[in-house]
């Protein structure tokens, strides 16, 4: 039987919730494949709609994630718009081997994020850097589509979109895929300390008010319990 204080710790962990967005074929599910089970699949099995949960540990804290993937196809715009709501931060994925997908964060998910998304930070998110070493793209710089980008554009995409931070990494070699998911967690962190009230007063209202809110629940529940009871 589990032990109450276990309960107890699992209720008060934070949960945050994140949507990750990007074109089609950026690796969005390989990188939460690898966050969840460590393991790369190179075949392409797109994605319709997929929510997935995580824990994670960040400055000391287990963190529970809540993370819907979503298809970056375009016949998918509609049903991908429906998993907005509810989101903490907003994961942005570009491959950094397709310049395309990069031109499409600010051309294509910039607005679509701004029209969900109301007071959402953004984490842009460069994935596929084992591919920007790779000679089959490297030795075509007369295709400037397959030029790789690098991390100083990066950074100006993402000023520009104004995105509250900007990673990279790799599914294929697993390199800093927690580290993205530390970021955002830390962005969620932040954001969410900056919503609390600052002053003295403000704490005590905001802390009766949740008060009064769990113990109204509680008190309509068991009154259910007894209507159904008795
Ligand atoms: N080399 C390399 N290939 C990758 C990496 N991440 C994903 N891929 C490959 O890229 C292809 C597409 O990856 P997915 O993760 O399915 O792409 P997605 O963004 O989820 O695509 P949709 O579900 O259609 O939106 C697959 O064949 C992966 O094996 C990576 O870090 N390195
Ligand atoms: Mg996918």
Redesign the pocket.
């Known amino acids: 039987m589990p032990k109450p204080y276990k309960r107890g710790i699992a209720r008060s962990r934070p949960v945050f919730r994140f949507v990750v967005v ?12 690898v966050l969840k089970t460590s393991t ?8 319709v709609i997929e929510s997935r949960t995580a824990e994670i540990w960040v400055d000391d804290n287990l963190v529970d994630l809540v993370i819907t ?5 375009d016949e ?1 715009d509609k049903l991908r718009q429906t998993s907005y709501s509810g989101a903490h931060v907003a994961l942005l ?1 570009y ?1 950094v ?1 397709d310049r395309n997908s990069l031109e499409n964060v600010v051309d294509k998910w910039r607005s679509e994020l701004t029209e969900h998304l109301t007071n959402v930070p953004v984490v842009l998110v460069g ?5 920007r070493d ?1 000679p089959s793209i490297t030795r075509t710089p007369f295709m400037t589509r397959y030029v790789p980008v690098d991390s100083q554009e990066q950074w100006t995409v993402a000023e520009r979109i104004g995105a509250a931070a900007c990673v990279e ?5 697993a390199d800093s895929v927690c580290g993205v998911f530390e970021t955002a967690t830390r962005v969620a962190m932040l954001r969410k300390e900056a919503a609390q009230p600052k002053n003295y007063f403000q704490r005590l209202r905001s802390n009766l008010k949740k008060f009064f809110v769990v113990n109204f629940c509680c008190v309509q529940r068991t009154a259910k319990y007894m209507r159904v009871n008795s």
């Not at 790369?40 to 994605?47: G, I, L």
């Not at 990494?169 to 070699?173: K, Q, W």
Request: hydrophobic share 20%; with cysteine; glycine share 10%.
């Open positions: 990007g074109d089609g074929l950026c690796g969005k599910t390989s990188m939460l494949d790369f699949c190179q075949y392409y099995r797109p994605t993937d979503t298809s970056g196809q998918n994925c491959s081997n994935t596929k850097t084992d591919l790779e990494c790799s599914a294929f070699s």
